[in-house]
């Protein structure tokens, strides 16, 4: 047949993701890969903790999803051939959800069963499953659950493309990735572009993360015998595949939650498989910009196997093996000013020679190098990448649209074949960037955007003793936007500013935030108080007022306020998480493990990965109710490194 390009709708089980947090992104979720340490050398050039961030302002959290599921209507979009089968999910964040070898009948990727989500990204809502495309900063991406924008056009030959593009606000870059499918090809093309459009040198970071089955006997297959890891709290380059007396590349061997960055040599092509007992599996090959492979695996201890069944029904467990710009996670790399960075990647079936477990992994990895180039894959890509440069800058027919923020720029030079909607809220603070003038909402209205930043911050400062004088909304956002330069003194005046011209809810959020980050926890308990005075009815709003006071340990307030919440409120998860910690730290146990054990046990639908709240306080009110150290029960146990 020829290729063809679909748009349908899929029914699927769903929990509801829920509205944005009405707070801005302050203090940030807890990323693993910016708390390392390293022992490297000098020639590894793995750009150690560059690009970090705190949080993922300007983007606000997602925090208010439930664990319910229910039958919805997804729209998908549908490349096809007569040997492939790729289904993507335009709504949240484009992502690779199923690839079907339609000459076995087998999907090539883990494909969740349901889309149930947990604290897993940067902006906490991330579900499992499929090919995710990650960029701008450490973690899985902001767009994660987000609609991309959608659009078809066709290669100079004919070939129905399908698109997904965003403006990426942070790193403040346009990317787009383009895929298609060819009439005899066997393997999904997919083509990537990020543009620095600035004349800044920015950080940069792009992860190709696909969730594949975890195979029984099964195999990662790398041209690499080296790999940076984690290793007594530092990260190490170690020889594979045995380390610790473990070979990781056989991955359902390995104990913890880990991840390995293979060191693929500069010569080698580069590409990553996963095969199942039989040799059979998906192989992902790339042109050579994208340097890393890796391998995670959320290993066999109780609380990996609690992390598996957490974020799915039925699908069973997976493994992930990514493709990345950097040879590691732990760092961005620099991108040159008005610079395009574009690569290949294709994806598909792979069948190995016959006794491929007989081998070691070095004579498996020869073997699939001996096959890709005698393929001659690595050096089409590289050619096809080329012919493909004038198709990437076409205009496309939007099907599906995404955020406005990408209409605020001008993007004529690089990327005028992209195209953004305005949305309302953004035309007024268009507005304000064109006249000074911001407009000023009422104070118990949630705020509508966040736009400042440290490359604008000046511009509406010098607004502020004039246009702007009296605007509590533009001091506000002024004293978010010394967020982004970590000037909290300056935060805290123009916060204040904002504050006694009209007081608000928001003001008083940002004001306690400042105090934490700077130190000060009486003053963060006595700004979030009045901010609690304001708004105690926002679920996001009280996840992240409890969230402060539990870091200043002001047990009574928590136990205060959630009090008086109403019995919806008191149902949510972490606050009543943060009531029973209150509670024990008061000296209540007794009620503290009642209440932890009400229903079956506490359940957490945004617990953190790499947390262990919940299991510490289950162990600490038991070693004050017995005296004794206890097991920690599967309910509880999300530690995917101890225990």
Partial sequence: MKPELRFETKKMMSSDLGPQACVPDLIGEHILQNDTKFD???????????????????????????????????????????????????????????????????????????????????????????????????????????????????????????????????????????????????????????????????????????????????????????????KNGRIVKVDIPMVDGVEVTDYKKIPNSVDYFFAIPEEKPKFIANLDQDGYGLLQISTKRLQGRKLFSWGKRQGSDHWQEFLTDKAGRYVEIQAGLGKTQYGCIPMAPHTSWEWMEQYGAVQAAPGHLDKTHKERAEELTSYVLKAGIPANLEEKLKATASMAKKEAKVVITGSGYGAMKDHSRLEGHLKYELTDSLKKWQTFFETGILHEPAPEDIPDEFLINEKNLDFLLATLDQENKDNWYAHYQAGIGFFSREDYVSAEKELKRSWYLKKSAWAAHALAAAAVLSGHDTETIQWIHEGLKLEHKNLSYLKDALKLLFYCKDWDGIIRWYECLDGENQKAGKLKYYYISALYHIGKTKEAFALLEENGGLEIPDIREGEDSIAQ?????????????????????????NG
């Fill in 40 to 230: 490297l050398d000098e020639h590894d050039e793995i750009y150690e903790g560059f690009g970090r961030r705190r949080s993922a302002y300007p983007y606000r959290q997602y925090n208010s999803y439930t664990r319910e599921l229910k039958e919805k209507d997804i729209k998908i979009a549908v490349l096809e051939n007569d040997y492939l089968k790729a289904v993507f999910l335009p709504e949240y964040g484009g992502r690779l959800w199923e690839l079907w070898d339609k000459t076995t009948g087998k999907n090539l990727l883990y494909t969740n069963d349901v889309l149930r989500f947990s604290n897993l990204a940067v902006r906490n809502a991330w579900y499992s499953g499929g090919v995710e495309w990650n960029i701008g900063i450490i973690g899985h991406h902001a767009f994660t659950t987000q609609a991309m924008y959608t659009a078809e056009t066709e290669t100079e030959d004919g070939m129905p493309v399908l698109r997904f593009y965003e403006y990426e606000r942070i790193r403040e870059v346009p990317y787009q990735i383009d895929f298609w499918l060819e009439e005899d090809s066997r393997f999904l093309n997919c083509r990537m572009r990020i543009v620095n459009e600035s004349s800044e040198v920015i950080p940069m970071y792009w992860w190709s993360n696909m969730a594949v089955p975890e195979y029984e006997n099964g195999r990662v297959v790398v041209p690499a015998e080296q790999a940076f890891t984690g």
């Fill in 617 to 641: 306080l289950y162990l600490d009110i038991q070693k004050t109710l017995t005296g004794e150290d206890v097991s920690l029960p599967f309910k509880y146990d999300f530690r995917a490194t």
